[in-house]
């Protein structure tokens, strides 16, 4: 059981971060901002895998008007990506966003400042302040020679944050992402030693699906491990579903949430006889497609397969042109090779 470090509770749109609510997976529109339906056929697609929070990046005033549009045809809450210009903060509250992010530091004048949340104040839209390795102020990288490091982006934070506070503003949340694993981490260790906002998680730039799914999982999952978290983004160059769906394996292997099917699987050895690459395809396949909460083995040979997989809900485990179907460690009956997948998936749905 890993013991959450506790934070502030803050609604977003119909649901909360941080204290004791759920960690919420999100993800942000790939599509143009300017093209309302594909940023909601784009934000649907998500939705049916489990994302609970959208965030899109705005450029200009056109695309932050569609915000209000977007929003009649989605269920999840919606947060606006502004840099600079509070013109477009502004806006994009008055079009109904749920949350903005934008960093107070860096949209000029301090009676712009004020303009952008005395609105959020009276439309309860709170603010995520999220700080970026690649983009520190210039004095902050000039204390370490031009390079960014884990105490200057909570130096960085701690700015932003101060500019809220002295606004009697609270209903913050907090990213300090780089795309370095090791500083990120410990860039939100130190930062939780120091507040109690909420904090959105995620190694930024992480790479691809392939590369960016082993780097978010090691950056987010040590995050996790320490109790540190209350929202999260696996941020990958590929479709906005394969973030949704890795984030949710980091909470369901992590076992923080549980959403749609486990899989085990065995790396194969030469005791295998069978083609378990194709089954465990095959069966991995056709678990993308439930929501049930199952735990599901497919193993190698029968000599280890049922007693390593004890855990598992239902499983199969092959041998020389058969196998054998198990249930919480216990085999049920011998099947032929050819039936595997459809016994397995017979159990599965009787589960």
Known sequence: MIN?????KIRVGNIFIGGDAPIPV????KSDAHDVDAVVKEILRTEDVG?????MGVLDMESVKNFSKIKKQIHIPIVADIHFDYRLAIEAIKQGVDKLRINPGNIGD?????????????????????????????DILEKNNGHATAAGLVESASRHIKILEDLNFDQTIVSLKASDIAMTVEAYNLFSQKYDYPLHIGITEAGTNWSGTIKS????????????????????????TLEVRTGWEILKNLEIRDRGPRLI??????????DLFALVKQVEEYLATLDKSIKVAVMGCVVNGPGEAREADVGVAGGKDCGILFSKGKILKTIPESDMFFELKKLIEQF
């Open 4 to 8: 959450r470090k506790l934070t502030k």
């Open 26 to 29: 999100q993800t942000m529109i």
């Open 51 to 55: 994302c609970e929070i959208t965030r």
């Open 110 to 138: 301090i009676s712009n400042v004020k303009k952008v949340v005395n609105l959020a104040k009276e439309r309860g839209v709170p603010i995520r302040i999220g700080v970026n390795a690649g983009s520190l102020e210039k």
């Open 217 to 240: 999982s090691i950056g987010i999952g040590s995050l996790l491990l320490d109790g540190i978290g209350d929202t999260l983004r696996v941020s990958l160059t590929a479709d906005p």
């Open 265 to 274: 699987s065995c790396p194969t050895c030469s005791r295998t006889q069978y």
